[in-house]
């Protein structure tokens, strides 16, 4: 990162109150699991999302933020480092161990004097040691001790609000950072509670994917899926009443996003324009000028750390953080600097998720979007991109939509080829116009109308991972694939569970193991 003049120390410096803390404080809120178009503020009808859309009003709202990998474990440690996917390590897949080398935007603002804390889902799942094998608090604090009855069986006890009051009585004066990490609307869902519970119709949802059935099954799928983002935010919006009625708000820079693309098939662990596209709304009373306004700017993950620090008047040497190849989001912040350009493209990727192939492999992917095209390289294409048919298709949720295009496959009633979008084997290259294809249906990479456009996307991918020095490109090609599973209960799943071992992946249903592998 180069330096320049902190417009947050310039904003600070007007400060009269001489010995007061003035720094701003920094809430980071993130769902489990979201697609970016799943947000009031961007025109959906069918979720109510009032606590963002308000963080939208009076703040920013970002059309165009993405991930560099759709995965739980891997985005958090994208947002966390600042760093893309394949520059941390073991990180990079998902249930791993932590590289200890890699220090986190909240361990950085601790040494720097930040009150630091945490409720409901932190940086996970995997495993978080430091060099000396003692457990890392790689976002503080954590509070838990307040819970409440759900609205459902399937959605967390945590208070997540009650539990950010606690945190706020622990300040002490300190500036604070604190993260918001709900576990909502991350599966399982109790079937019928969108209806049921939350007062929906299936005849409110205006588009269903073309890759899912649009039928009963999915349209409650999807309201239940509503129903658990709305549970998100009635906390936020809690959050944001709490900072009200103590004079916080006004000085407190928050950040609303999600880790990944919506628990459905084909979206959360893929890489495409539901995967990665997520919702980004950012509110600092004191910091942002305009408010109001929509940032159609690119934005990566890895651009909120290097925010967060400057916003803090922290320089990056001085954090103590990896480099980062993060850019701050602040200039946008200035009302002058909306249009400015912030970035050209967002590279993603991604190597191993979830279990079930032979040996714990993954499905390695690249990609490069720009705002109108989307390019993604599949490294080895002989794999299964959603896991092995037998074992379970591990790498996509078990969900009433996932059977339901698992029965027609099996049925013979597919017609529509849904089963091949979603699970089949994929060719070495796709190139999607994602302005007027976002569900990514239509491949342009062996057209030859656009020919000079999958050139200059793969030449720019290709050239910035060299430059970050990617394993994948720049060798040993496996080198993530090296790095053991963390959770030790299900390494080798593939090799024990075709030996006839029983074993736990809770995340799926029974239903969804095939009995027989699947020819290509």
């Known amino acids: 990162m180069f330096a320049r003049p902190f417009v947050a120390l310039l904003l600070l410096a007007s400060s009269a109150w001489a010995g007061v803390e003035t720094r701003p404080n920094i809430l980071f809120c993130i769902s489990d699991d979201q697609s970016w178009m799943h947000a009031g503020a961007y025109g959906c009808s069918w979720v109510k999302t009032p606590g963002f859309d308000r963080v939208a009003k009076e703040g920013l709202l970002f059309n165009n933020a993405y991930t560099p990998n759709a995965k739980c474990?891997?985005?958090?440690?994208?947002?966390?480092?600042?760093?893309?996917?394949?520059?941390?390590?073991?990180?990079?897949?998902?249930?791993?161990?932590?590289?200890?080398?890699?220090?986190?935007?909240?361990?950085a603002l601790s040494d720097q004097g930040y009150h630091v804390g945490w409720t409901g889902k932190g940086w996970a799942p995997g495993i978080a040691n430091d060099k000396d094998g003692k457990p890392r608090r790689m976002t503080g604090t954590r509070y838990a001790s307040k819970t409440l009855q759900p609205p459902t069986k399937s959605i967390s006890k945590n208070d997540y609000a009650g539990n950010f009051e606690s945190f706020l009585a622990d300040t002490d004066g300190k500036s604070w950072c604190f993260w918001y990490g709900a576990t909502e609307p991350h599966r399982d869902y109790e079937y019928g509670t969108g209806v049921s519970v939350g007062g929906k119709s299936i005849d409110d949802i205006d588009e269903v994917p073309s890759f899912w059935p649009d039928n009963g099954v999915t349209r409650n799928d999807m309201l239940d899926y509503a129903l658990e983002i709305e549970h998100f935010d009635t906390h936020l919006s809690r959050m944001l009443q709490q900072l009200e009625a103590s004079n916080q708000l006004n000085n407190t820079l928050i950040i609303v996003t999600a880790d990944n693309g919506m628990p459905f098939p084909r979206v959360k662990g893929q890489e495409y324009e539901m995967s990665n596209h997520l919702p980004l709304a950012m509110m600092w009373k004191q910091g942002i000028q305009e408010p109001g306004r929509r940032i159609d700017n690119l934005v990566s993950f890895i651009d909120f750390a290097p925010t967060i620090m400057e916003a803090a008047g922290i320089e990056w040497q001085q954090s103590g953080m990896a480099e980062t190849p993060g850019r701050s989001l602040m200039p946008i912040f200035a009302a002058e600097n909306s249009t400015t350009l912030h970035r050209d493209f967002v590279v993603f990727g991604k190597e191993r998720h979830d279990i079930g192939r032979p040996e714990d492999q993954g499905y390695p992917m690249r990609g490069i979007v720009d705002g109108e095209y989307l390019y993604i390289r599949n490294y080895e294409?002989?794999?299964?991109?959603?896991?092995?048919?037998?074992?379970?298709?591990?790498?996509?949720?078990?969900?009433?939509?996932?059977?339901?295009?698992?029965?027609?496959?099996?049925?013979?009633?597919?017609?529509?080829?849904?089963?091949?979008?979603?699970?089949?084997?994929?060719?070495?290259?796709?190139?999607?116009r994602i302005q007027s294809d976002r569900y990514c249906m239509s491949n342009l990479a062996a057209n030859p109308t656009f020919e000079k456009i999958r050139r200059q996307m793969q030449a720019n991918l290709q050239q910035r991972l060299l430059d970050e020095k990617d394993p994948r490109l720049t060798g040993p090609g496996d080198y993530f694939e090296r790095m053991p599973y963390a959770d030790k209960s299900g390494q080798g799943f593939y090799e024990r569970f075709t030996a006839g071992e029983q074993m736990n992946a809770g995340w799926v249903n029974l239903s969804d193991f095939e009995p027989q592998p699947i020819s290509d």
């Open 381 to 432: 294409t002989a794999r299964w991109p959603a896991g092995n048919p037998e074992t379970g298709y591990l790498n996509c949720d078990g969900s009433p939509t996932k059977t339901e295009l698992l029965t027609a496959r099996r049925s013979g009633t597919d017609i529509a080829g849904r089963w091949q979008m979603t699970f089949g084997k994929r060719p070495a290259e796709e190139l999607y």
């Open 73 to 107: 474990a891997p985005s958090r440690a994208c947002i966390l480092t600042a760093r893309n996917t394949w520059q941390l390590e073991a990180a990079c897949n998902h249930w791993c161990y932590f590289p200890p080398q890699f220090k986190t935007y909240p361990e």
